[in-house]
Protein backbone atom coordinates (compact mmCIF):
# COMPACT_ATOMS: atom_id res chain seq x y z
CA UNK A 1 0.00 0.00 0.00
CA UNK A 2 1.37 3.50 -1.50
CA UNK A 3 0.29 6.14 0.11
CA UNK A 4 1.77 9.94 -0.44
CA UNK A 5 1.22 12.67 2.23
CA UNK A 6 1.27 15.98 1.30
CA UNK A 7 2.02 17.84 4.44
CA UNK A 8 3.63 16.66 8.03
CA UNK A 9 -0.09 16.97 9.49
CA UNK A 10 -0.98 14.49 7.58
CA UNK A 11 1.82 12.22 8.19
CA UNK A 12 1.44 12.06 11.62
CA UNK A 13 -2.39 11.90 11.33
CA UNK A 14 -1.52 8.57 9.35
CA UNK A 15 0.87 7.14 11.71
CA UNK A 16 -1.13 8.11 14.94
CA UNK A 17 -4.40 6.00 13.06
CA UNK A 18 -2.11 2.92 12.48
CA UNK A 19 -0.20 2.89 15.40
CA UNK A 20 -2.69 4.01 18.68
CA UNK A 21 -5.49 1.05 17.72
CA UNK A 22 -1.86 -1.59 18.47
CA UNK A 23 -1.33 0.29 21.40
CA UNK A 24 -4.67 -0.13 22.62
CA UNK A 25 -4.87 -3.80 21.93
CA UNK A 26 -1.63 -3.73 23.55
CA UNK A 27 -3.05 -2.18 27.06
CA UNK A 28 -6.18 -4.63 27.41
CA UNK A 29 -3.91 -7.57 26.93
CA UNK A 30 -1.69 -6.80 29.28
CA UNK A 31 -4.18 -5.65 31.89
CA UNK A 32 -6.19 -9.22 31.40
CA UNK A 33 -2.73 -11.13 31.65
CA UNK A 34 -1.39 -9.50 34.42
CA UNK A 35 -4.75 -8.13 36.33
CA UNK A 36 -4.40 -8.99 40.19
CA UNK A 37 -6.02 -7.39 43.25
CA UNK A 38 -2.32 -5.84 44.17
CA UNK A 39 -2.16 -4.09 41.01
CA UNK A 40 -5.64 -2.06 40.88
CA UNK A 41 -3.68 1.26 40.23
CA UNK A 42 -2.05 -0.40 36.88
CA UNK A 43 -5.15 -1.75 35.94
CA UNK A 44 -6.87 1.89 36.39
CA UNK A 45 -4.36 3.73 34.48
CA UNK A 46 -4.41 1.23 31.89
CA UNK A 47 -8.54 1.18 31.49
CA UNK A 48 -7.91 5.32 31.54
CA UNK A 49 -5.29 5.29 28.78
CA UNK A 50 -6.87 2.39 26.66
CA UNK A 51 -10.38 4.69 27.17
CA UNK A 52 -8.88 7.62 25.79
CA UNK A 53 -6.97 6.52 23.04
CA UNK A 54 -10.08 4.82 21.64
CA UNK A 55 -11.78 8.26 21.87
CA UNK A 56 -8.78 9.90 20.66
CA UNK A 57 -8.71 7.39 17.84
CA UNK A 58 -12.33 8.46 16.96
CA UNK A 59 -10.76 12.18 16.82
CA UNK A 60 -8.27 11.29 14.54
CA UNK A 61 -10.34 9.64 11.95
CA UNK A 62 -12.93 12.61 12.03
CA UNK A 63 -9.82 15.26 11.55
CA UNK A 64 -11.69 16.79 14.44
CA UNK A 65 -9.75 18.69 17.45
CA UNK A 66 -6.34 17.16 16.17
CA UNK A 67 -3.93 19.47 18.61
CA UNK A 68 -6.50 18.92 21.39
CA UNK A 69 -5.62 14.89 20.57
CA UNK A 70 -2.09 14.93 20.05
CA UNK A 71 -1.66 17.23 23.93
CA UNK A 72 -3.43 15.38 25.75
CA UNK A 73 -2.32 12.01 24.46
CA UNK A 74 1.06 13.08 25.41
CA UNK A 75 0.14 14.48 29.16
CA UNK A 76 -1.22 11.05 29.73
CA UNK A 77 1.12 8.91 28.30
CA UNK A 78 4.34 10.76 29.99
CA UNK A 79 2.29 10.49 33.47
CA UNK A 80 1.89 7.04 32.62
CA UNK A 81 5.76 6.72 31.17
CA UNK A 82 6.60 8.10 34.64
CA UNK A 83 4.47 6.17 37.24
CA UNK A 84 4.89 2.96 35.66
CA UNK A 85 8.92 3.39 35.51
CA UNK A 86 8.28 4.52 39.80
CA UNK A 87 6.39 1.39 40.19
CA UNK A 88 8.18 -0.88 38.90
CA UNK A 89 11.57 0.58 40.70
CA UNK A 90 9.66 0.56 43.77
CA UNK A 91 7.80 -2.43 44.10
CA UNK A 92 9.10 -4.94 42.03
CA UNK A 93 12.99 -4.28 41.06
CA UNK A 94 14.05 -2.42 45.05
CA UNK A 95 11.88 -5.58 46.53
CA UNK A 96 13.09 -8.44 44.60
CA UNK A 97 15.52 -7.22 41.94
CA UNK A 98 14.86 -8.01 38.37
CA UNK A 99 15.06 -6.37 34.83
CA UNK A 100 12.58 -3.35 33.90
CA UNK A 101 10.68 -6.28 31.39
CA UNK A 102 8.86 -5.08 28.81
CA UNK A 103 8.79 -0.98 30.08
CA UNK A 104 11.87 -0.81 27.57
CA UNK A 105 9.83 -1.97 24.83
CA UNK A 106 7.56 1.00 24.32
CA UNK A 107 10.18 3.56 25.12
CA UNK A 108 11.08 4.32 21.30
CA UNK A 109 7.36 4.63 20.55
CA UNK A 110 6.74 6.89 23.12
CA UNK A 111 10.04 9.31 22.56
CA UNK A 112 8.23 8.97 18.79
CA UNK A 113 5.33 9.81 20.14
CA UNK A 114 6.99 13.16 21.77
CA UNK A 115 8.68 14.48 18.33
CA UNK A 116 5.93 13.90 16.14
CA UNK A 117 3.66 16.09 18.71
CA UNK A 118 6.15 18.61 19.66
CA UNK A 119 8.80 18.64 16.71
CA UNK A 120 12.41 18.45 16.77
CA UNK A 121 13.44 21.14 19.33
CA UNK A 122 10.49 21.25 21.73
CA UNK A 123 10.68 17.38 21.49
CA UNK A 124 14.09 17.34 22.06
CA UNK A 125 14.05 19.18 25.42
CA UNK A 126 11.18 17.52 26.53
CA UNK A 127 12.11 14.15 26.25
CA UNK A 128 15.49 15.44 27.99
CA UNK A 129 13.30 16.47 30.94
CA UNK A 130 11.51 12.96 31.11
CA UNK A 131 15.06 11.05 30.77
CA UNK A 132 16.58 13.86 33.90
CA UNK A 133 12.76 12.49 35.75
CA UNK A 134 13.94 9.03 35.17
CA UNK A 135 17.43 9.15 36.36
CA UNK A 136 16.78 11.41 38.93
CA UNK A 137 14.19 8.60 40.39
CA UNK A 138 16.26 6.08 39.74
CA UNK A 139 19.18 7.14 41.53
CA UNK A 140 17.33 7.77 44.31
CA UNK A 141 17.01 3.61 44.50
CA UNK A 142 20.25 2.87 43.20
CA UNK A 143 21.96 1.74 46.80
CA UNK A 144 19.00 -0.80 47.31
CA UNK A 145 19.36 -2.27 43.92
CA UNK A 146 21.06 -6.40 43.06
CA UNK A 147 23.60 -6.16 39.95
CA UNK A 148 20.32 -7.39 37.75
CA UNK A 149 18.48 -4.69 38.43
CA UNK A 150 21.44 -1.79 38.09
CA UNK A 151 22.69 -3.31 34.31
CA UNK A 152 18.75 -3.33 33.50
CA UNK A 153 18.89 0.40 34.45
CA UNK A 154 21.77 1.35 33.02
CA UNK A 155 20.94 -0.39 29.85
CA UNK A 156 17.55 1.98 29.88
CA UNK A 157 19.04 5.05 30.33
CA UNK A 158 21.91 4.25 27.77
CA UNK A 159 19.18 3.48 25.11
CA UNK A 160 16.93 6.44 26.46
CA UNK A 161 19.47 8.67 25.20
CA UNK A 162 20.53 6.99 21.70
CA UNK A 163 16.71 7.06 21.22
CA UNK A 164 16.77 10.76 21.42
CA UNK A 165 19.86 11.76 19.96
CA UNK A 166 18.40 9.55 16.76
CA UNK A 167 15.46 10.82 16.61
CA UNK A 168 16.69 14.32 16.90
CA UNK A 169 18.86 14.15 13.96
CA UNK A 170 16.01 11.77 12.30
CA UNK A 171 13.27 14.70 12.70
CA UNK A 172 16.36 17.29 10.71
CA UNK A 173 16.59 14.92 8.30
CA UNK A 174 13.14 14.23 7.38
CA UNK A 175 13.03 18.32 7.45
CA UNK A 176 15.54 18.62 5.11
CA UNK A 177 14.22 15.74 2.78
CA UNK A 178 10.80 17.69 3.63
CA UNK A 179 11.95 20.69 2.13
CA UNK A 180 13.65 19.29 -0.86
CA UNK A 181 10.37 17.56 -1.91
CA UNK A 182 8.57 20.89 -1.39
CA UNK A 183 11.20 22.89 -3.53
CA UNK A 184 11.30 20.44 -6.72
CA UNK A 185 7.61 20.36 -6.09
CA UNK A 186 7.15 24.22 -6.70
CA UNK A 187 10.10 23.54 -9.38
CA UNK A 188 7.73 21.38 -11.48
CA UNK A 189 4.54 23.11 -10.86
CA UNK A 190 2.95 26.41 -12.09
CA UNK A 191 2.50 28.74 -9.19
CA UNK A 192 -0.64 30.35 -10.74
CA UNK A 193 -2.42 27.83 -12.20
CA UNK A 194 -0.66 24.94 -10.21
CA UNK A 195 -0.34 22.73 -12.77
CA UNK A 196 3.19 21.51 -14.74
CA UNK A 197 4.82 24.34 -15.65
CA UNK A 198 7.53 24.92 -18.68
CA UNK A 199 10.28 22.96 -17.03
CA UNK A 200 8.29 19.84 -16.23
CA UNK A 201 6.63 19.96 -19.77
CA UNK A 202 10.06 20.11 -21.38
CA UNK A 203 11.03 17.11 -19.08
CA UNK A 204 7.99 14.86 -19.56
CA UNK A 205 7.68 15.95 -23.80
CA UNK A 206 12.06 14.37 -23.88
CA UNK A 207 11.05 11.22 -22.00
CA UNK A 208 7.91 10.73 -24.61
CA UNK A 209 10.16 11.47 -27.57
CA UNK A 210 12.66 9.03 -26.12
CA UNK A 211 9.53 6.39 -25.27
CA UNK A 212 8.29 6.70 -28.83
CA UNK A 213 11.87 6.46 -30.50
CA UNK A 214 12.20 3.17 -28.71
CA UNK A 215 8.99 1.54 -28.40
CA UNK A 216 7.74 2.94 -31.87
CA UNK A 217 4.45 4.58 -30.35
CA UNK A 218 2.72 7.48 -31.24
CA UNK A 219 1.84 10.35 -29.01
CA UNK A 220 0.42 13.84 -29.87
CA UNK A 221 1.01 17.50 -28.88
CA UNK A 222 -1.87 20.03 -28.51
CA UNK A 223 -1.11 23.63 -28.46
CA UNK A 224 -3.68 26.34 -27.87
CA UNK A 225 -4.24 29.89 -26.00
CA UNK A 226 -6.69 32.42 -25.28
CA UNK A 227 -8.18 34.30 -28.24
CA UNK A 228 -7.51 38.21 -27.52
CA UNK A 229 -5.93 37.64 -24.25
CA UNK A 230 -4.09 41.25 -24.02
CA UNK A 231 -7.76 42.86 -24.08
CA UNK A 232 -8.75 40.57 -21.36
CA UNK A 233 -5.86 42.12 -18.87
CA UNK A 234 -5.74 46.03 -20.72
CA UNK A 235 -10.02 45.81 -20.12
CA UNK A 236 -10.83 44.12 -17.09
CA UNK A 237 -7.08 44.14 -15.37
CA UNK A 238 -4.72 41.63 -14.92
CA UNK A 239 -6.48 40.20 -11.54
CA UNK A 240 -9.34 39.26 -13.43
CA UNK A 241 -6.83 38.46 -16.23
CA UNK A 242 -4.81 35.64 -13.27
CA UNK A 243 -8.39 34.12 -12.17
CA UNK A 244 -9.06 33.36 -16.00
CA UNK A 245 -5.85 31.33 -16.58
CA UNK A 246 -6.69 29.41 -13.41
CA UNK A 247 -10.33 29.04 -14.34
CA UNK A 248 -9.34 28.29 -17.93
CA UNK A 249 -6.58 25.33 -16.58
CA UNK A 250 -9.15 23.60 -13.80
CA UNK A 251 -11.72 23.65 -16.94
CA UNK A 252 -9.22 21.76 -18.99
CA UNK A 253 -8.15 19.84 -16.72
CA UNK A 254 -11.79 18.50 -15.81
CA UNK A 255 -12.30 17.14 -19.19
CA UNK A 256 -8.62 15.62 -19.97
CA UNK A 257 -8.27 11.36 -19.01
CA UNK A 258 -4.93 9.93 -17.81
CA UNK A 259 -3.94 9.69 -21.28
CA UNK A 260 -3.08 13.03 -21.40
CA UNK A 261 -0.41 15.45 -19.94
CA UNK A 262 -1.64 19.06 -19.32
CA UNK A 263 0.59 22.27 -18.45
CA UNK A 264 0.99 25.97 -19.01
CA UNK A 265 3.83 26.65 -21.62
CA UNK A 266 3.41 30.62 -20.15
CA UNK A 267 1.30 33.08 -20.43
CA UNK A 268 -1.98 32.31 -21.93
CA UNK A 269 -0.35 29.67 -23.80
CA UNK A 270 -1.23 25.39 -23.01
CA UNK A 271 0.58 22.14 -23.74
CA UNK A 272 -1.48 18.93 -23.93
CA UNK A 273 0.86 15.94 -24.25
CA UNK A 274 -1.53 12.82 -25.61
CA UNK A 275 -1.28 9.27 -26.16
CA UNK A 276 -4.12 9.53 -28.34
CA UNK A 277 -3.16 10.36 -32.02
CA UNK A 278 -4.48 11.82 -35.26
CA UNK A 279 -8.38 12.43 -35.79
CA UNK A 280 -8.26 11.11 -32.06
CA UNK A 281 -6.30 14.08 -30.02
CA UNK A 282 -8.12 16.65 -33.08
CA UNK A 283 -11.68 15.26 -31.38
CA UNK A 284 -10.30 15.92 -28.11
CA UNK A 285 -9.22 19.37 -28.92
CA UNK A 286 -11.90 20.35 -30.57
CA UNK A 287 -14.41 18.90 -27.79
CA UNK A 288 -11.93 21.50 -25.43
CA UNK A 289 -12.49 24.44 -27.98
CA UNK A 290 -16.14 24.04 -27.70
CA UNK A 291 -15.92 23.76 -23.49
CA UNK A 292 -14.16 27.39 -23.52
CA UNK A 293 -16.61 28.54 -26.08
CA UNK A 294 -19.69 27.55 -23.99
CA UNK A 295 -17.95 28.79 -20.73
CA UNK A 296 -18.89 32.03 -18.75
CA UNK A 297 -15.21 33.33 -17.09
CA UNK A 298 -15.96 34.81 -13.65
CA UNK A 299 -15.88 38.75 -14.25
CA UNK A 300 -14.63 38.30 -17.94
CA UNK A 301 -17.86 36.77 -19.98
CA UNK A 302 -17.26 34.65 -22.69
CA UNK A 303 -14.13 33.97 -23.92
CA UNK A 304 -12.66 31.56 -26.87
CA UNK A 305 -9.26 29.68 -27.72
CA UNK A 306 -7.51 28.77 -30.79
CA UNK A 307 -5.84 25.06 -30.85
CA UNK A 308 -2.97 23.94 -32.96
CA UNK A 309 -2.14 20.07 -33.31
CA UNK A 310 0.23 17.67 -34.48
CA UNK A 311 1.22 14.00 -34.00
CA UNK A 312 4.76 12.52 -32.86
CA UNK A 313 6.78 12.30 -36.72
CA UNK A 314 9.89 9.85 -36.59
CA UNK A 315 13.22 11.52 -35.41
CA UNK A 316 11.12 14.42 -34.45
CA UNK A 317 12.99 16.66 -31.92
CA UNK A 318 11.61 18.82 -29.06
CA UNK A 319 12.12 21.70 -31.56
CA UNK A 320 10.59 19.97 -34.42
CA UNK A 321 7.26 18.78 -32.85
CA UNK A 322 6.75 22.62 -30.95
CA UNK A 323 7.73 24.42 -34.25
CA UNK A 324 4.80 22.45 -36.05
CA UNK A 325 2.37 22.61 -33.79
CA UNK A 326 2.66 26.35 -33.21
CA UNK A 327 2.44 26.71 -37.28
CA UNK A 328 -1.02 25.03 -36.43
CA UNK A 329 -1.86 27.30 -33.48
CA UNK A 330 -0.77 30.35 -35.75
CA UNK A 331 -3.24 28.87 -38.37
CA UNK A 332 -6.20 29.17 -36.53
CA UNK A 333 -5.57 32.46 -35.95
CA UNK A 334 -5.48 33.68 -39.08
CA UNK A 335 -8.71 31.51 -40.10
CA UNK A 336 -10.14 33.90 -37.27
CA UNK A 337 -9.26 31.97 -34.22
CA UNK A 338 -11.79 29.76 -32.15
CA UNK A 339 -10.74 26.74 -33.90
CA UNK A 340 -8.60 23.93 -34.37
CA UNK A 341 -5.99 23.55 -36.78
CA UNK A 342 -4.40 19.93 -37.63
CA UNK A 343 -0.74 20.22 -39.21
CA UNK A 344 0.50 16.85 -39.98
Not at 1 to 9: D, W
Not at 77 to 98: K, P, Q, W
Not at 189 to 209: F, W
Request: net charge negative; aromatic share 16%; glycine share 6%.
Amino acid sequence: MKVKFETLAELKRGIYLWVIPCIVLSLITNTILQYDISSAFNTGINSILAIWFSISWFFLLKNKYIPFTEYSNLALVSFYHITTFYDALDNYMAVSGGSLGDFIVWMPIYLLFIFLTLGTRRGFYFSIAIFVITLVNGLFYINGLDSESIDSLGQFYFANLVYIIVLYYAQNVFRTYADLEMFKKHAYIDSLTNIANRLQIDEVMETKLEEAKRKKEDFSIIFFDIDHFKQVNDYYGHKIGDAVLVELAGLIQGHLSNQEFFGRWGGEEFVIISNQSGADTVKLAENLRERVAVHEFRGAGKLTASFGVTNYHHNDSIDSLLNRVDRGLYKSKDYGRNCVSFVS
